[in-house]
């Protein structure tokens, strides 16, 4: 038992339409960091993630939040502990993007759904912190897709969780705004919540994190430090890659650079 995990699972395989996609997987997420998972196309990153939330089918093994098993968790009491940007979200019409905000209140309203002056409070904190204040009474389908991606962000930092869960959540935006939502997720930590994200991009990953989780046909390769996870031969196995580990310049973590093929 280890105090210091966010979540554990032990011996966990997960799968859908007879097919396994998570198998014997055995992991501790570290409390109060930013751990990012990575692992090429289908090997079982989202999977994982949504079982977190009992999004997902778990065929064997256990999930464990902060040491408590998931299932003693009533759905209200597990959507105040975690919180999750899901990788394929829909389009509702005829939502504002205050309206699909305040649905990150949910968990904490009572019986009758109510919002409290300080559920506006929220609201209109995490709008300003997205930028999108502006957008508050426009609705969410008639938004580009990138502040859209702002929206549902702001929605699930409405929730206000101890353990935030992001899915690919730059898709849609732009360089700048990808660095800006990762230096919030950052700043989350920074207040002593924990973040666990799926990323495609490693470099952003090995700046980013404090612990990367590598992933490869549903089953634990590595997981640690930056410094630690940064070898050659990881990136040549896991994603048939042949790459050049150097210092990122800015920041000093470290960084790959693909090997030119003539």
Same mark, same amino acid.
């Given at each position: ?9 032990? %011996? ?13 997987? @055995?992991?501790?997420? @570290?409390? *109060? ?5 990575? *692992? ?24 464990? !939040? ?27 019409? *005829?939502?504002? +993007? ?7 209140? @949910? ?7 109510? =919002? ?6 929220? !609201? ?5 912190? =997205? ?12 938004? @580009? *897709? ?49 973040? +666990? ?5 490693? %470099? ?12 490869? %046909? ?15 031969? =990881?990136?040549?196995?896991?994603? %048939? ?22």
């Amino acid at each position: 038992m280890s105090k210091d995990s966010a979540i554990r699972t032990e %011996n966990l395989s997960l799968g859908y339409d007879g097919k396994t996609v998570v198998s014997d997987l @055995s992991l501790s997420i @570290s409390k *109060g960091k930013f751990s990012v998972l990575i *692992g090429p196309n289908g090997c079982g990153k989202s999977t994982l993630l949504r079982s977190f939330i009992r999004g997902q089918r778990r065929l064997s093994g256990r999930i464990l !939040i902060e040491e408590r098993a998931i299932d003693t968790f009533p759905a209200n009491a597990l959507a105040r502990r975690l919180s999750m940007l899901a990788q394929v979200l829909p389009v509702p019409e *005829g939502v504002t +993007v205050r309206q699909l905000i305040a649905y990150g209140r @949910s968990p904490y309203n009572g019986i009758w759904g109510r =919002l409290r002056s300080s559920d506006g409070e929220v !609201i209109q904190a995490v709008m300003k912190r =997205l930028d999108i204040a502006a957008l508050a009474d426009v609705n969410v389908d008639s938004l @580009s *897709g990138g502040q859209r991606q702002r929206a549902w962000i702001a929605m699930v930092l409405a929730q206000e969780t101890p353990i935030v869960l992001l899915d690919e959540p730059t898709t849609f935006l732009d360089i700048s705004h990808q660095v800006e939502l990762l230096e919030i997720a950052r700043g989350l930590v920074a207040g002593g919540r924990t973040v +666990v994200a799926v990323l495609h991009d490693i %470099n952003m990953a090995l700046r980013y994190a404090d612990e990367v989780i590598v992933l490869d %046909n549903g089953r634990l390769v590595a997981s640690g430090p930056p410094v630690q996870i940064a070898e050659r031969s =990881l990136f040549s196995d896991v994603f %048939n890659i042949d790459v050049r580990i150097v210092e990122d310049p800015a920041v000093g973590t470290p960084m790959i650079v693909l090997e030119q093929k003539i």
